[in-house]
């Protein structure tokens, strides 16, 4: 279950050394942009991994306190969480064998699990594409609100939980100006925020191409036409990705939090470590 992060070594990736964790295999938040159902089969249906318990409290024996992110292809709090406790198993494992745990959700589940989280070296790192609830709706049908996330983030912030917000991905002529959003952020005390554009995928265009028809018409010709072809995805022309991640950078110079891009090779923009994992203090 316990993996390096990034396997593909991905030349665009600046985070620090981790290991990856996912309890489940994919994920029921059924966002139109969601890059992990191209390669994850049935990925809407999720499904907690086969026999997770057992196999994490093997694998965990091996672990001398490294930095665990949990999830990066999927959400460690999908609805099923509520009824299953999986993702609080596996933080019970994780936490005895004194690991640092980064926690990366959209989910409003995980304020349950803030006992634990104050027990070990930890952070979350939770996804705010929009503050825009009618849009969230539509490009994040079955995700907990942006109202309910933003209500998350100030109660792990309270309780003091190190929090970073993912405003990710920007999507041109939707979500491309979120300065109430950052502005809302810094009022409630977040410290770091990673940004990045959205990279097309074939399953993903189709399923914006019929959610956003016309967005997408205008949009076709910024990546179909202008855009770039960078591993398995399309992504935007470079210019436009500098400018859409320079005005975040500069929204979150404006606000004093620390900022972030996620791939973009657009590194010089980072004020911190990019994943936000620089906000775990030890125990």
């Not at 990925?43 to 930095?67: H, Q, S, T, V």
């Not at 939090?257 to 125990?283: M, P, V, Y």
Request: hydrophobic share 35%; glycine share 4%; net charge positive.
């Amino acid at each position: 279950m316990i993996g390096k992060f990034d396997p593909w070594r991905s030349k665009l990736c600046t985070c620090p050394p981790k290991l990856t964790l996912n309890p489940y295999t994919g994920c029921d938040h059924a966002c139109v942009y969601c890059y992990a159902s191209s390669y994850i089969p049935k990925f809407f249906k999720c499904r907690p991994k086969k026999d997770p318990i057992p196999r994490l409290k093997r694998e965990a024996a091996k672990l001398k306190g490294e930095l665990i992110s949990i999830s990066n292809s999927s959400d460690p709090y999908p609805s099923l969480e509520a009824k299953t406790g999986l993702m609080r198993k596996c933080l019970e494992i994780l936490s005895r064998r004194h690991c640092k745990i980064q926690v990366v959700t959209k989910s409003n589940i995980v304020v349950r699990d803030i006992d634990l989280l104050k027990k070990t070296p930890s952070m979350v790192t939770l996804t705010i594409t929009t503050d825009n609830d009618n849009i969230s709706k539509i490009i994040e049908p079955k995700a907990p609100s942006p109202s309910k996330r933003l209500k998350t983030v100030e109660t792990l912030i309270k309780k003091g939980i190190p929090t970073s917000v993912r405003i990710d991905p920007i999507i041109p002529f939707v979500n491309d100006n979120p300065e109430n959003l950052v502005e809302t952020l810094a009022s409630i005390g977040v410290k770091h925020i990673t940004s990045s554009t959205y990279k097309v995928k074939p399953d993903s265009w189709k399923r914006f191409n019929v959610t956003l028809p016309k967005t997408a018409e205008k949009l076709k010709p910024f990546y179909f036409e202008k855009g770039e072809r960078i591993g398995r995805s399309i992504y935007l022309q470079k210019e436009l990705r500098l400018k859409l991640m320079e005005k975040v950078a500069m929204l979150a110079k404006k606000y004093s939090i620390q900022f972030g891009t996620c791939r973009e090779g657009l590194s010089h923009l980072n004020t911190a470590t990019c994943d936000g994992s620089w906000l775990i203090k030890q125990k």
